[in-house]
């Protein structure tokens, strides 16, 4: 079991910047890779951007690439999602997630934290 807790979000005008965090704690040598998925009421869940165990490999979603960076910490169990020039359609639900897979699909994701409110007004 993984445990993992989200921490961060709340509320940003438009073009501003949050910095998410990502707490990782219990069995993480298996499940070492971790993603960052959003979800807005009504829609389904999006993937936003992942990273290996190392550091040295990460993935995004297209349409964030360039403003928002993952990266980590192992010596602290930490994830961490900078998000800059966020925009209104960004507001969501922002949840940390681990897995043995580098995957953009949330299925083949072992661990979910509760997640963090990302709110940015126009």
């Known amino acids: 079991q993984v445990q993992l807790v989200e921490s961060g979000g709340g509320l940003v005008q438009a073009g501003g910047s949050l910095r998410l965090s990502c707490a990782a704690s219990?069995?993480?040598?298996?499940?070492?890779?971790k993603g960052w998925f959003r979800q807005a009421p009504g829609k389904e869940r999006e993937f936003v951007a992942f990273i290996n165990w190392s550091g040295a490999f990460t993935d995004y979603n297209y349409s964030m690439k360039g403003r928002f960076t993952i990266s980590r910490d192992n010596a602290k169990n930490m994830v961490y999602l900078q998000m800059n020039d966020l925009k209104p359609e960004d507001t969501g639900v922002y949840y940390c997630?681990?897995?043995?897979?580098?995957?953009?699909?949330?299925?083949?994701?072992?661990?979910w934290g509760q997640g963090t409110q990302v709110t940015v007004s126009s």
């Open positions: 219990g069995r993480t040598f298996t499940n070492s890779f």
């Open positions: 997630a681990a897995g043995p897979y580098g995957s953009r699909q949330d299925w083949q994701y072992s661990g």
